[in-house]
């Protein structure tokens, strides 16, 4: 996939948060197996949000488990994982629950979407997640990047699932379909899915998470206690280790 300097330079407003860094800023801490102080399992803070890990197996839009996930967990600082936890109980009160996606994410993680990226395409996921947007320019779109604010361990992606009976709340996209139905106020949804996904962003937003526009499931939570630093221990409960 070839990528014009002005695209790789950009900072990007979806998921990914960050294309590749100017001079300057820091790259990924070195490939490590342990998380540093400070990164705690969300099941142990919340263990009310449902975790739905999609890339620790094939349900994404690589179509296959991507690197560094070796557990289907969710991993997070610890005062993301507590404001989450507070968004949780005031959705809670509303009848609503929350169901995880994606969390931290290591940057070998990254690099296999890259590498995805950089494949021939095969077809087989873009109807579920790209149906109208070419995976080689999912970069300049604002949906993929080299760099990804996930890495930095607060940053998550999630939905709103129904309290009474465990049914996903209509959101008017599934997660990760990387298409211009997916900004947060499409008018190519339906009124009630805008408006679910205005509940969970304000939910979100009064406990310090920030959305972005292209993806209604993602927020980074503002006071990040990593906010430089991209991260490339795996995704596992040994890694909490101490």
Request: hydrophobic share 40%.
């Amino acid at each position: 996939m070839r990528r014009s300097p002005a695209a790789l330079a950009a900072v990007a407003v979806a998921g990914a948060a960050l294309v590749l860094p100017l001079s300057g800023s820091q790259g990924p801490a070195p490939v490590t197996d342990t998380a540093p102080a400070g990164f705690v399992a969300l099941r142990e803070i919340a263990p009310d949000i449902e975790e739905e890990m999609r890339y620790a197996g094939a349900h994404n839009f690589t179509g296959e488990p991507v690197d560094g996930y070796e557990e289907p967990i969710c991993l997070l600082t610890r005062d993301a994982a507590e404001a989450l936890a507070r968004a949780a109980r005031a959705l809670r009160e509303r009848g609503y629950r929350l169901r995880v996606y994606d969390c931290y994410r290591p940057q070998r993680a990254v690099d296999h979407f890259t590498a995805w990226m950089e494949r021939p395409e095969d077809g087989r996921t873009r109807a579920e997640f790209y149906p109208r947007v070419p995976k080689d320019r999912l970069v300049e779109e604002g949906y993929l990047a080299v760099r990804s604010g996930h890495s930095r361990g607060s940053t998550v992606d999630l939905t709103l699932v129904r309290a009474a009976d465990g049914a996903l709340v209509d959101m008017g996209t599934g997660f990760d379909f990387f298409d211009p139905r997916s900004h947060g106020e499409s008018p190519e949804v339906p009124a009630g899915a805008r408006a679910a996904r205005r509940l969970l962003a304000d939910t979100l937003d009064a406990e310090g998470f920030a959305p972005v526009s292209t993806e209604w499931w993602h927020f980074g939570y503002r006071d990040e206690p990593y906010p430089e630093t991209y991260f490339d221990f795996p995704v596992s409960t040994k890694a909490l280790a101490r």
